[in-house]
């Protein structure tokens, strides 16, 4: 990740309007920054969601609230709860998120 063309700045996170982003089931509201080449998210999963991929891009990931799992398609499982972040490569290894409860994340991808 390079970092390039972004001068300082502050982001009030609740004046970004959201975008709804259905999954399997539940949903995903993306409050979304983009920064160059670099995108910057405040996403809210309702309760039981499930994605409706597998992902190959490249995230650095912070639980701010709630629980999120994280499936690798080699079958490992991971939990984040608040204050727990993950970071993975682009194309390195493939993963989906679900929730039973909801979460509040904060990514940069």
Known sequence: MKLDNIPFGLTDW???????HA???????????QFDNIRVRMVEYSPGY????????GHILLCLEGELYTELDDGRT???TPGVSYQ?????????SST????KLFIVD
Request: charged share 20%; hydrophobic share 40%; proline share 0%.
């Open 78 to 80: 991971f939990t984040l």
């Open 100 to 103: 039973s409860t909801g979460a």
């Open 50 to 57: 499930l994605a409706d991929h597998w992902c190959k891009k």
């Open 23 to 33: 999954g399997d089931s539940g949903f995903a509201l993306w409050h979304t920054q």
């Open 88 to 96: 993975v490569a682009d194309n390195a290894e493939t993963h989906r």
């Open 14 to 20: 609740a004046s970004i309007e959201a975008t709804k």
